[in-house]
């Protein structure tokens, strides 16, 4: 294992690892008052294929959606410059203040893609904070999405 200004670097017999160093703040894994849980009515992929239907008509550039989370109701929205617009609507276990907020949709399914299990939970606080996502059985593992503003 080495150890440099701007790289680490580890090997183990023919295998080299090299990363870059961040520069910069890493976010704090947030705790979360709202916490919408996806797997009683719903389950991750039923999530993940209403993020992948709505992506298409997301921005290109941006890939930026709106989720409107409600008492028991998840709602994603897309919007494109072309004045397209997609909305998708799952339940999930909700109770609490209604909050929208935005991501890039990648983000999103990248995180999903990694959870093994079924059920998610989406860790939500307000609009200007990060959301933390993990699969209720796996305690070890969190993902942490930064919000973008629409």
């Excluded at 397209?84 to 399914?109: Q, S, T």
């Amino acid at each position: 294992m080495a150890i440099g200004t701007n790289h680490v670097r580890a090997q183990i017999g023919d295998i080299r690892f090299t990363s870059k160093l961040i520069d910069g703040d890493f976010p704090n894994i947030p705790r979360h008052s709202g916490r919408a849980r996806v797997g009683d009515s719903a389950d991750r992929d039923t999530l993940r294929q209403a993020l992948q239907r709505t992506a298409i008509l997301s921005n290109e550039k941006y890939r930026g959606i709106r989720i409107t989370v409600k008492t028991n109701t998840l709602t994603v929205q897309a919007h494109n410059p072309e004045q397209e617009e997609a909305e998708e609507e799952i339940e999930v276990n909700y109770e609490g203040a209604d909050l929208e907020v935005g991501f890039n949709v990648n983000y999103l399914l990248d995180a999903l893609a990694a959870i093994d299990g079924q059920e998610v939970e989406l860790g939500l606080t307000d609009s200007n904070s990060s959301c933390l996502i993990r699969s209720p059985g796996a305690a070890g593992t969190r993902y942490v999405v930064m919000p973008m503003r629409l």
